[in-house]
């Protein structure tokens, strides 16, 4: 067993086709999302990424056979603090004695190198090599995915009428940006929930913080990339209490993301997280042409969940950020 960097600009046919033939396995074996249609797609769209000096492709390979794929990228965690991430992805059902110590070898110099790492692994498969590296958890989530053709919309106008009538003392705004209007109590509201997750409870939490600043900054960077940024929000007279948010890429606007629904503690009970998810899915139904949803769900907060399988949302795979350190050589 060992692991290649794979040249992203100097790939044969065949060695291209062989790539994304392991990236379907790998598709499969997790159930994720088939983003990647053919491998001209794949060479298109995933691997300019791994075209300039900060990142890097790797690829498992025992014999000519691909056992999994390693991406080494910079990038900043939820505080904005810059470093090094491996998301390792494995094709087969069974990770081997072989593979795992190839693993091993090659993120403890990855560690060595830059001191710290985070590690992006799927369904507990790593620990071994997590528990030997001391990687503390940063964050952990299930993905739910959610196909168009298993939203009810007859189910969503009953509840948006049933639950506008219940809380008529509140009302619904929608935004498909976050206006100026809006910006600082979205923010703080943001913020100040977060606080409340169960992320909190992980050894290498990051508390994510945004500021009208940093929003206006992704504001612009949707309207440079085509995203539409759906938010419903429920106000308690000029109060923001509760909301949902969704990104789209009109794009490719196959699977939209659904993040950050919250409501807040002494509004719950109410049914306000199902008015939001009613009239958020209805939307979505009715003007994107979609064809899953997607949204992450912390195993310890079952409340959140089950609200999305209210929806029509099933399980799919758990993914954890891990972050290690050791020593940096030289």
Sequence with gaps: MEIIKIEADGLSADELQGLY?????????????????????????FLPAFLGDENELFVA???????????????????????????ISICEPIVTKSLMEALGQFVSKKLARHGTLA????????????????????????????????IDTDMLNKTTAELQSKNSGLRMVYLDAITEEYIQQFCDLFTELHEDMPDVAEEAF???????????????GNIAKDIT???????????????????????????PYQFFFCVRGQYRGRGLGRWLYAAMYKKLHDTVDFEKMLVHHHPANPHAADVS???GYKIGWLETTYLAEGFRNG
């Design 21 to 45: 033939t392991a990236d379907c396995k790998i598709v499969e074996k997790y159930g994720f999302l088939k983003r990647y249609r053919n491998a001209d797609e794949y060479r298109d769209s």
């Design 309 to 311: 399988k209210w929806v």
């Design 229 to 255: 940024h759906h938010c419903y929000m429920i106000f308690d007279g000029d109060e923001l209490i509760a909301m949902s948010n969704v990104s789209a890429n009109n794009k490719d606007p196959r699977f």
């Design 61 to 87: 390979k025992e014999g000519s056979q691909i056992r999994g794929i390693i991406r080494h990228v910079k990038s900043a965690d939820w505080g904005a603090n810059e470093r090094y991430k491996l998301t």
């Design 206 to 220: 990051v508390q994510y913080i945004i500021t009208p600043e940093k929003q206006r900054q992704i504001n612009e």
């Design 119 to 150: 590690l992006f692994v799927y369904n507990n498969e790593l620990d071994e090599l997590v528990e030997k590296l001391g990687g503390k958890t940063q964050y952990k989530a299930y993905t739910y995915t959610l196909g168009k053709a298993d």
